[in-house]
């Protein structure tokens, strides 16, 4: 199982990214996903999770508003849309999946992607 996550960079405040997280080796649409970041020096945090069918999100009070997750099942990805980014948005983003369906849940079992950088400039 893989999750590869990219689309991080670079971006002044008030601009836009847009994440991907890829997955192969698993059968995509029995996955919930979720987003994390991790600044330097603070603990991961949740964003943003989606539920399998994508019928369902939820978002951490930090992205409300500004973020919005979404998935293809059929291309197993997973995107995430930032949009009018915040220094304190600057962190590196991972992706993970598991089988929970429930939104509220810890992602205890899951499988993880590496991080993708996001940088944001005043």
């Known amino acids: 199982v893989q999750l590869q996550a990219s689309g991080g960079g670079l971006v002044q405040v008030g601009g836009s990214l847009r994440l991907s997280c890829a997955a192969s080796?698993?059968?995509?649409?029995?996955?919930?996903v979720g987003w994390f970041r991790q600044a330097p020096g603070k603990e991961r945090r949740l964003v943003a999770v989606?539920?399998?069918?994508?019928?369902?999100?939820y978002y951490a009070d930090s992205g409300k508003g500004r973020f919005t997750i979404s998935r293809d099942n059929a291309k197993n990805t997973v995107y995430l849309q930032m949009d009018s980014l915040k220094p304190e948005d600057a962190a590196f983003y991972y992706c993970a999946a598991d089988r929970d369906d429930r939104l509220d849940s810890p992602f205890v079992r899951a499988y993880w992607g590496q991080g993708t950088l996001v940088t944001v400039s005043s």
């Open positions: 989606i539920s399998r069918s994508g019928a369902t999100t």
């Open positions: 080796g698993l059968t995509f649409s029995l996955y919930r």
